[in-house]
């Protein structure tokens, strides 16, 4: 039996590599079009070092990577959209090691302000969770916008300045998938990983986010020539 068992589990391990090799270049591929039907410019590596972003997303998990750039500007917005994965490790207890990985796709863009680091999710049992172990997030005005989100930022101020009425209003409207952060002139929207059909809403979502910021916030955060 064991003697028939080895050749079956190398081929299943074959198959899987194989898929996952094909998944991944039928990905790239779909990826590159989507590219050329925005105008952008696409490439297989991240060339542009997004790991290196000062975002909370960026730093989660035992190890991460990006792949997958897309760039350029897109109605008249500079962006930059990746495949982002990171993963975490966990032992048994028999100490075997296993990995579970996560991926997003991400669009971040630049502003002329320096932003503090916000990050701003749609509450769940996790975020739950660490609310009741004493990691509050910030509290609004309006009660239905803390209800369905929670915000972190050391910058209580910051906080209030960016996220205004207006803008929560907006944030109720959006797509519960997306979440949002900003941090130094970057904002970033992002997702679970999208099929490269789906990406024109990430996007477009971004746009928005952009287009929203409250004019005070680049009144006491805008980013002025020196001189």
Request: charge should be neutral; proline fraction near 4%.
């Amino acid at each position: 039996m064991e003697y028939v068992l080895l050749p079956l589990v190398f081929l299943g391990a074959v198959a899987i590599v194989v898929g996952s090799y094909y998944l991944k270049k039928k990905r790239r591929e779909a990826l590159a079009a989507m590219a050329r039907q925005l105008g952008l410019s696409y490439s297989q590596e991240d060339t542009a070092g997004s790991l290196n972003l000062p975002f909370a997303l960026l730093q989660r998990g035992d190890g991460r990577g990006t792949e997958n750039l897309l760039w350029g500007t897109w109605q008249d917005m500079p962006i930059r959209e990746f495949d982002y994965w990171y993963y975490e490790e966990s032992t048994d207890s028999k100490g075997h090691t296993s990995r579970t990985t996560y991926r997003f796709s991400c669009v971040v863009t630049e502003v002329e302000a320096g932003l503090s680091a916000l990050t701003l999710n749609r509450e769940n049992l996790f975020t739950r969770l660490a609310d009741s172990l004493g990691l509050a997030d910030i509290e609004f005005e309006l009660d239905e916008f803390n209800r369905a989100f929670t915000v972190k930022c050391k910058d209580r101020k910051f906080a209030n300045d960016f996220i205004d009425q207006r803008m929560m209003h907006w944030l109720l409207g959006t797509d519960r998938a997306f979440a949002f952060e900003t941090s130094g002139p970057w904002l970033l929207v992002y997702s679970k990983r999208r099929k490269p059909t789906e990406l024109t809403p990430l996007l477009g979502t971004i746009r928005q986010f952009r287009d929203g910021i409250p004019r005070v916030v680049y009144d006491l955060y805008g980013l002025r020539p020196s001189g």
